[in-house]
């Protein structure tokens, strides 16, 4: 079966602009994760969708947000772009149910803010 | 979850096995060690998990102690794309939600 989707895969920006990320689960994955990895902090923990609803939300600034759609594809927005935005964002998708799974990680989309 | 502690790099030669060690004294016992890998700049991959016992599959072996603070993750026959940075996670597998909390993981360089 197709693995997780992102895109773009990459992306050039400037400071103050806005940007959309896409990501396509596995096909019946309810729950998609998003992460940051940049090389001064490495990968960080954004947030988690499920069914459509936020559940849960890692330490980040509310310029960070996302959204779940009914078919669990997921986006997330970065708003009032800063350079140190510029990181690789992937995202990771889950079943989304209790107990022990593995998730399955996209490519990523490697943002640059300039 | 608990915090897990590896070393920042380690060398192995191509062909042979390679043992990368991972500390988590702080574990408690619903918190399960799973093992990623991450070749540049690729996303990461799932390689093995475990809760007490030892585990294999195609991939790996995971090797946990018997007080749970410490595991092993055993690559049998290294080859050169096996070259990653590989991360110990301890993760609470009780709550619905899924969150990987990475540390800086260890660099395994395979070398011919």
């Known amino acids: 079966k197709a693995g997780v989707t992102q895109t773009p895969r990459y992306l050039i920006k400037t400071r103050g602009q806005q940007v959309t990320l896409s990501c396509s689960p596995i096909?019946?994955?309810?729950?998609v994760s998003w992460y940051q990895q940049t090389p001064g902090q490495g990968l960080q923990f954004l947030f988690e969708?499920?069914?459509?609803?936020?559940?849960n939300k890692g330490n980040f600034p509310g310029r960070f947000s996302g959204r779940q759609f009914s078919n669990s594809r997921s986006e997330m927005n970065v708003s009032t772009l800063e350079l140190g935005d510029s990181a690789l964002y992937l995202c990771?998708?889950?079943?989304?149910?209790?107990?022990?799974?593995?998730?399955?990680f996209g490519q990523g989309t490697r943002l640059t803010v300039v | 979850d608990a915090k897990t502690t590896q070393p920042p790099s380690m060398d192995c030669a191509e062909g042979r096995a390679a043992n990368l060690p991972c500390n988590h004294s702080?574990?408690?016992?619903?918190?399960?060690v799973y093992w990623y890998r991450q070749i540049h700049s690729q996303g990461p991959q799932y390689i093995i998990h475990g809760l007490k016992n030892n585990e294999t599959n195609e991939m790996a072996s995971l090797i946990i102690t018997e007080d749970r603070k410490s595991s092993t993750l055993i690559l049998p026959h290294a080859t050169l794309r096996d070259t990653a940075v590989y991360y110990c996670?301890?993760?609470?597998?009780?709550?619905?939600?899924?969150?990987?909390?990475f540390g800086k993981g260890t660099l395994l360089t395979v070398n011919p």
């Open positions: 990771a998708s889950t079943p989304g149910g209790k107990g022990n799974t593995e998730a399955f």
């Open positions: 996670i301890v993760r609470y597998s009780g709550g619905s939600n899924y969150k990987l909390t």
């Open positions: 702080t574990i408690s016992g619903n918190e399960y």
């Open positions: 969708y499920f069914s459509e609803t936020q559940r």
């Open positions: 096909s019946g994955h309810r729950s």
